[in-house]
């Protein structure tokens, strides 16, 4: 079966730091984050691997920041109208990023996003994993039997997204490869949803 994580308060809930401080080996997988967006900051040691991320209610799904040896693997980030905002600024995904303030002058470093799904069509989910590696592959799979279980009722277009990585300052050492951004562009209705990148470093 599948591990759902399910927000039935129809506000944004976060899964997040209940301190602040740095923490060590931290890991999230194999679950379904309905709802749920995940910030965590100053973790070293952190795997995000195999979740499935929908009906997100914040901007950022995943937002991490000043973390250490970051693995983020075998992951899905679904997001569909009901869930979406016009413009570019809310439709996104991940953020990775230090600090740069005039207390904080922290780098976010050693980190891996590979093997990720940004955004699908229900419909065609046969055929994006036939095109995946293994890790991502998997998780196409547990989504799919969740979806004809009915743990999981999603509508066929969930991929109005404008951005799947963003990082805005203080990053290094980061490999970014093998992920699959479905741009929304052949969609019904875009909705007012604006484009961004599908990979935005500055």
Known sequence: GATILHNATGTPIQLTDTTYGTKTNVR???IAFDGINVTL????QLTLANNIFYNPLKGFVVNLNADIGVKISGNIFMRD???MQPGIDFNRAIYI???STP???QYMSDVDIVD?????KVTELDAIKSTSRSDLAATITRLQTAIEAGAISVPNEQNYLSTGVNS????KDVTV????FYSPYDNENLNGLGGDHAIYFR
């Open 28 to 30: 999230l997988q194999n």
């Open 103 to 105: 207390s904080r002058f």
């Open 116 to 120: 990720n799904l940004f955004g699908l």
């Open 41 to 44: 900051k100053l973790t070293n």
């Open 81 to 83: 109208t009901a869930h």
């Open 97 to 99: 990023g230090g600090y």
């Open 177 to 180: 490869q093998h992920n699959f």
């Open 168 to 171: 805005f300052n203080m990053l």
